[in-house]
């Protein structure tokens, strides 16, 4: 038996010895590259009885046409493959392992607290593929749709888990405010409450660990300020790791200085956490190691023809003079840090528009300058190729709050190592 579905004819022929399917579209309306018309038919041979009789029910059922059913069962078929996790059901097929950027995993993510996508470049830079992404400030909105044709879903806290689409890897930097010195001490000398005792961004990872718990991401990577391992006396951490490692997350976790990959000291905690029921309690997860030669000087980062408006003002440069002279007096060593052009610079942060005075360049006999937006993304690992959007200010305190998406992509290749493991050990039960 055979059945032959054409499109001109509409014809359903019924052939002897085995079932074949033809589906065939107009020659007018097909593609056509380099002046030939691409084939637009196609032939399955050899259907099963019981395929052919559900064919046969659901065109009745749904009143369409065998072509039309099949037709619309393909390109829902092509969609929904663009979005399958790896992990959803069953492993991988190790055809589909070999897709994606080079000849990487083809892993999907979701991008939460996203901000500007640091982990995002990251990711994608190893074969990963975005399926989501939540930010809520909208200077931040703009550079991300500008930089991935896509505007992030706003707070995260009014998003149902299931608004967000299946995933193997969660990435999310969730807000560091609460958990950082800038912000303990700021929020302590407000009298307000900080870490898990603030009721709106403290909450914020039990958030993230709801989503967690029920869309069970075969990986977790988050990231975070160093001093989220030491605040409140390490109590803060001590929630964090228990209540990932209560859901089944086997914890890694290292603060990584960023120095190595861009000419700035930037420490953050990076947390990656794989399904125990899926990885085992001791998957070969190692962090990665340094390169063994330093990437860029700051030197590297440097626009050739800075405009003056980054130049400091006398007014701004005396000020900075002599706060910092008070501090040395006092004992402290507060106060602007000039780069050495030829070493790395202090931390970039979100404060950075404010005076820029923790990284200023020497200009010779003249007044030092600060960074231009252009080389503080530089500066960040963010690749000239990326427009920017916002003005300065917003530029300085999107940077300051990103990671350094070179960083993430050093970690993320750790990871799909552990997944080209998983993959391998467990071929035998595809
Ligand atoms: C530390 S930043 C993340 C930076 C990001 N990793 C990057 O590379 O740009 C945290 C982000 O969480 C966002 N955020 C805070 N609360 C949020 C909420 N309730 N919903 C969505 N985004 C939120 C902030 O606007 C901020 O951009």
């Not at 492993?91 to 083809?106: E, I, N, T, Y």
């Not at 859901?247 to 905690?269: C, G, L, N, S």
């Amino acid at each position: 038996m055979g059945l032959v579905i054409d499109t001109y004819l509409n014809a359903i022929l019924f052939l002897d010895s085995h079932w074949e399917i033809l589906i065939s579209c107009d020659s007018k309306m097909s593609p056509r590259r380099n002046g030939r018309v691409l084939m637009t038919s196609m032939l399955i041979r050899d259907i099963s009885g019981k395929l052919r009789s559900w064919i046969s029910e659901e065109c009745d059922r749904l009143k369409v046409s065998r072509q039309e059913f099949l037709l619309s069962l393909l390109t829902k078929a092509c969609d929904v493959d663009e979005r399958l996790p790896l992990f959803e059901g069953a492993p991988a097929q190790p055809d589909r392992a070999q897709q994606g950027a080079g000849r990487s995993l083809p892993f999907s993510f979701v991008d939460l607290f996203a901000g500007i996508g640091g982990l995002r470049l990251g990711l994608e830079a190893v074969g990963g593929r975005c399926l989501f992404s939540s930010e809520w400030d909208r200077y931040s909105q703009k550079t991300y749709n500008a930089w991935f044709n896509e505007v992030p879903k706003g707070d995260i806290t009014k998003i149902e888990p299931s608004e967000i689409p299946d995933h193997d890897v969660l990435a999310a930097g969730f807000p560091c405010q609460p958990f950082s010195i800038a912000g303990v001490s700021k929020k302590n000398a407000l009298g307000l409450p900080h870490g898990f005792k603030d009721v709106t961004q403290g909450n914020l990872f039990f958030t993230l660990a709801a989503i967690i718990r029920i869309k069970r991401p075969a990986v977790i990577m988050l990231e975070n300020v160093k001093n989220l391992q030491s605040h409140d006396q390490g109590r803060t951490w001590e929630v964090i790791r228990t209540t990932l490692e209560e859901m089944k997350y086997r914890i890694f976790t290292k603060v990584i200085d960023a120095a190595a990959w861009v000419p700035q000291h930037r420490e953050r905690v990076i947390i990656v956490g794989f399904d125990s029921f899926l990885f085992g309690c001791d998957p070969p997860f190692n962090f990665p190691k340094e390169p063994e030669k330093r990437c860029s000087k700051f030197r590297d980062i440097l626009e050739s023809y800075p405009d003056e408006r980054y130049t400091l003002s006398d007014h701004l440069w005396g000020y900075l003079k002599e706060y910092a002279q008070r501090h040395k007096e006092k004992g402290n060593g507060f106060g602007y840090g000039m780069v050495d052009l030829d070493g790395v610079s202090r931390t970039l942060s979100a404060r950075y528009f404010k005076d820029g005075s923790e990284i200023l360049i020497p200009q010779g006999n003249k007044n030092p300058r600060r960074l231009t937006p252009r080389e503080a993304a530089r500066l960040m690992g963010f690749p000239d190729r990326l427009p920017i959007v916002v003005s300065d200010t917003q530029a300085y305190r999107q940077f300051g709050n990103a990671v350094v998406p070179p960083v993430v992509e050093a970690v993320a290749k750790q990871v799909v190592k552990v997944l080209e493991w998983h993959f391998k050990t467990n071929m035998g039960e595809l």
